[in-house]
């Protein structure tokens, strides 16, 4: 399976200020994810990241707020802009090497982000 | 979106026992997944069940689709402390989009 590497593994930052969290694979993989996990809650999808074109969001979830980048196969970004408290969660980066149905999801370790 | 309910919410069981964690959906599943998270940690994929009816096992954990694949549980035999963390189930979409459940949060008493 893919290794994962997620920088910064946590940041605690001040409010109205952005943090980007950094993604990078050691394979090249067909569809790269970025997860929100909130204090003592599951999972929630933010973004699909696609390579070379505009991210695809989920309901809830805006281009403004949470810009993403994919430059290539292997790497990806997530920037939380403007932070205020309610944006402290992990934030997960995942990655699938086969197509749709045909293999797990692969997470990185996760960023711990604290907003004061 | 794909919604996933899983029960019960939390669990606490004595070391020993056996235990059964549930993940219903609203609609068919495409695959469905079992992953187990520590807290604090990443996620660990456990299973992938994918036809219905579909059983599999690894060490002491054992995972089920049903035959209409809405619906998948978890076994446990003989929990050990070691088996304490989160379970989500996870599900494809046919929008190829992969969401989880609500999550478990088991705790193992020695």
């Known amino acids: 399976s893919a290794v994962i590497s997620q920088k910064p593994s946590r940041d605690i930052c001040q409010r109205g200020t952005s943090l980007t969290i950094q993604c990078q694979v050691d394979?090249?993989?067909?569809?790269m994810f970025w997860y929100r996990q909130q204090p003592g809650q599951s999972l929630t999808l933010i973004a699909t990241?696609?390579?070379?074109?505009?991210?695809?969001?989920e309901s809830g979830f805006v281009i403004d707020k949470f810009p993403i980048s994919r430059p290539n196969l292997t790497f990806s970004t997530l920037t939380v802009s403007n932070m205020s408290p309610e944006d402290s969660s992990i934030y997960l980066c995942?990655?699938?090497?086969?197509?749709?149905?045909?293999?797990?999801?692969?997470f990185g370790n996760g960023t711990r982000l604290t907003v004061t | 979106s794909q919604e996933l309910e899983q029960s019960p919410q939390s669990l606490i069981v004595q070391e020993g026992k056996n235990l059964t964690i549930n993940c219903t959906s609203s609609?068919?599943?495409?695959?469905l997944y079992w992953y187990k998270q520590k807290y604090g940690e990443g996620l660990i994929f456990l299973m992938m069940?994918?036809?219905?009816?579909e059983e599999k096992s690894h060490e002491k954990i054992t995972a089920k689709l049903d035959e209409k694949k809405q619906q998948s549980s978890l076994h446990i035999t003989a929990s050990q402390p070691s088996h304490a963390g989160i379970y989500l189930c996870?599900?494809?979409?046919?929008?190829?989009?992969?969401?989880f459940g609500t999550g478990t949060s088991l705790t193992v008493i020695p």
């Open positions: 394979s090249q993989v067909t569809m």
């Open positions: 609609k068919t599943l495409y695959g």
């Open positions: 990241a696609n390579q070379g074109s505009e991210a695809t969001y």
């Open positions: 995942s990655v699938r090497t086969t197509g749709f149905n045909n293999s797990p999801l692969h």
């Open positions: 996870g599900a494809d979409t046919t929008a190829n989009q992969f969401y």
């Open positions: 069940l994918q036809k219905g009816g």
